[in-house]
């Protein structure tokens, strides 16, 4: 059993997290309650990992990462290093791909949200930063919560995105999804299953976190 | 413009669209103001631009010195800086904090240690000791009322704003609240403006009374005044009075107490209005209290005031009150309604069908001129 590969994958599901969580806060709360030009177009941009085949995802990620194009050049310039086939480039393809998983439920909680509970908020007194802390955030929390589980769920198990961007090597960008396709192909059924079995373990927590924390919020608010 | 006084509120508001407005709008420390008028009227949008909610297109809002908003020199105060209270239709609790959290969330200007203390006071005087630890949908509508007023006053409001307050809530519930307002009222000593639906609760707790038109202020005074005098029929409408025709004017009485008035070949006499003059067509009401029924067969007290007689045409019996639908006989299309005491209908024997005639007390019947 690869427990490199697990490594690498609890990681990127964490910096995705970390790097995710504020950008599609900020985005979900845009698209929650602003109107503004290009609104439509946003949403559709977000929701297009959806509907994109990871393979497809994965090749546009992987030209654009490549040395010679604009953003993969602008880091090679900064870090001296290759972004595609490396973490930060399967990082920033995780984000990516994960968008939709993680502002999708948010925007979804926060449009639940009263507009006139906000502007309650702001007539007590309380500044837009204590609205969001106090009022806002513990009113969008199964939202936050399902965006959690779920990006959480689908960065473990994501496989054509990362394939197509991180290659498959070994302590780098090999993901627990990889090494269980790498294993099959080694025709080490054993070891590819043990790893299913912890995916498919830590799968059923992060849907049953997400159903738990719905359950519990339908019935606080009666 | 009006002057305030002192702690007041001095407001104006203009624009096109998409909600027209275009009114001035004072408000004394001391007083109740009602903003009542149909829907989509601007009366929300009174209160929000007051808040802070709202910005309209041009306008001036002006409190004890301070101004809130001028669209002239590009001020606009945000509402945490404004320090009004707001109670909104539906209160907008929030939903996961316990009433005595929804109060403390406004005590912000208080040090931590002692936001605890005062929201349990605020709740007290709002009549809701002991219920500061329930979830807001654990309330019934008048608590939750009662802790959206208790959370409106934690700022220590220097107006306090709210929108149909009393919609949501059951008659009896109704009447308590509107009685806690008016004791609360004395107690904070600040401009109070509220919007209803009711005309009665605006009758009955407003000092004074905003008859709200597509933004505009058609007439504002004291509720009993503006209920016998609307200054239009637009208002006499909008406050839903009866007995609202169109006349001629024919001159003054000889005494010059009356103005007489040709009501389709009949002579009215009406108070007199020195701002009419003959051959002016004008708009007039009697309001119902002042349609008399004459006694049969036995002449009464000013019969000759005024005299109509008709067939009634239906009745409406609203406990002891009886609401009278009278077809004058020389204008069927013209139905006079008035009301009188349950059993003395019944004395008089009136029934739908019967012939009857009513005298229209002079002294009551209200003129409106025409611009």
């Given at each position: 059993?690869?427990?490199?590969a697990f490594e690498i ?5 964490f910096?995705t ?6 950008l599609?806060?900020?985005i979900a ?6 109107r503004?030009p290009?609104?439509?177009?946003v949403e559709?941009?977000?929701a297009?990992?959806l509907?994109?085949?990871p ?5 546009y990620?992987?030209?654009s990462?490549s040395a ?5 050049g602008?880091?090679?310039?900064v870090t ?7 973490f930060?480039g ?8 994960n968008?939709?998983?993680a ?8 449009e639940?949200i ?9 007539v007590?007194g309380?500044s837009n ?13 199964p939202?936050f ?8 769920a689908?960065t ?20 627990a999804?990889i090494?269980?396709?790498?294993r099959v192909?080694a ?5 590819a299953?043990q790893m299913?079995?912890?995916l ?7 849907i049953s976190?997400v159903?738990?924390?719905a ?6 608010r009666? | 413009?009006?002057e305030?006084?002192?702690n007041?509120?001095?407001v104006?508001l203009?624009q096109?669209?998409?909600?027209p407005?275009?009114l ?8 109740i ?6 829907s989509?009227?601007?009366k929300?949008?009174?209160?929000r631009s007051?808040a802070g ?10 409190h004890?010195?301070?101004i ?7 001020q606009?105060?945000?509402p945490q800086?404004r320090?009004v209270?707001?109670v909104?239709?539906d ?5 996961n ?10 005590l ?7 936001r ?8 007290d005087q ?5 219920l ?7 309330l ?7 802790t959206a007023?208790?959370?409106a006053l934690a700022?220590?409001p220097?107006v306090l704003?709210?929108?149909e307050p009393?919609s949501a809530v ?10 806690e ?6 107690s ?6 509220f919007?209803t ?6 009758a009955n707790i ?9 933004g505009?202020?058609?007439q504002?005074?004291?509720p009993?005044?503006?209920f016998?005098?609307p200054?239009s029929?637009t208002v006499?409408?909008l406050l ?5 025709f169109e ?5 003054t009485s000889d ?13 009215i006499?009406a ?10 067509e004008?708009?007039w009401m009697?309001?119902r ?5 004459h006694?049969?067969?036995?002449p009464?007290?000013g ?6 007689s008709?067939r ?7 406990g002891?009150?009886?609401t009278?639908?009278?077809?004058a006989?020389?204008?069927?299309e013209?139905?006079l309604?008035f009301?009188?005491?349950t059993?003395a209908a019944?004395?008089n024997?009136i ?5 009857a005639?009513?005298s229209?007390v002079?002294?009551?019947?209200h ?5």
């Open positions: 059993m690869d427990w490199r994958s609890l990681a990127l599901a910096w997290l970390a790097v995710l969580v504020p599609s806060t900020l709360r845009a698209l929650a309650w602003r503004f290009g609104r439509g177009l559709a941009l977000v297009l990992p509907v994109l085949p393979t497809v995802l994965g090749f990620l992987l030209e990462f010679d194009s604009l953003l993969g602008f880091y090679q310039s001296g290093e290759l972004l595609a086939f490396s930060q399967l990082l920033l393809a995780s984000v990516i791909f968008l939709p998983f502002v999708q439920p948010i925007q979804r909680s926060f639940a009263q507009p006139n509970i906000r502007e309650a908020a702001w007590s309380l930063w204590s609205t969001f802390w106090r009022i806002e955030l513990p009113l969008a929390w939202g919560v399902s965006a959690l589980a779920l990006t959480f689908h473990l198990g994501e496989f054509g995105v990362v394939l197509m961007v991180g290659g498959n090597i070994a302590g780098e960008t090999r993901t999804a090494a269980i396709y790498d192909q025709f080490d059924n054993a070891a299953a299913s079995a912890v498919l373990l830590l799968s059923i927590v992060a976190v159903n738990l924390t359950r519990r919020q339908r019935r606080s009666g | 413009m009006a305030p006084g002192q007041g509120l001095c104006t203009r096109e669209g998409p909600i407005l275009d001035s709008l004072t408000c004394g420390a001391n007083e103001v009602a903003l009542v008028g149909p989509g009227s601007g929300t949008t009174i209160l007051i909610l709202y910005k309209p297109a041009h306008g001036r809002i002006e004890d010195g301070d809130w908003l001028d669209i002239a020199s590009g606009c105060w945000p800086r320090s209270g707001f909104f239709q209160y907008a609790l929030f939903p904090l316990t009433a005595s959290g929804n109060v403390e969330a406004a912000g200007h208080l040090p931590r240690g002692k605890g203390a005062r929201a349990l006071a605020l709740l709002v009549n809701m000791g002991g500061g630890g329930r979830w807001p949908d654990e019934s509508g008048g608590q939750c009322q009662r007023v208790a959370r700022r220590d220097t704003l709210l929108d009393f059951d008659q009896v519930t109704r009447r308590r609240l509107q009685g307002l008016l004791v609360l009222h004395r904070i000593a600040a401009p109070v403006i919007v639906h009711d005309l009665r609760e605006a407003a000092s004074r009374m905003a008859v709200l038109h597509r505009a202020i058609l504002i005074g004291a009993p005044k503006i016998a005098q200054v029929p006499a409408r839903d009075l009866p007995n609202l006349a001629v004017v024919h001159g005494d010059g107490r009356f103005t007489v008035l040709d009501w389709r070949g009949q002579r006499e108070r007199v209005n020195a701002s009419v003059a003959a051959g002016q004008i708009d009697v309001p209290s002042s349609v008399i029924l006694r049969r067969g036995r009464s007290r019969e000759r005031e005024n005299p109509v008709g009634v045409e239906d009745m409406l019996v609203f002891d009150q009886t009278i639908l009278l077809r006989d020389f204008a069927p013209l139905p309604s009301t009188m005491s059993h019944r004395r024997g029934v739908s069908g019967v012939d005639t009513v229209l002079a002294d009551d019947i003129i409106m001129a025409r611009n």
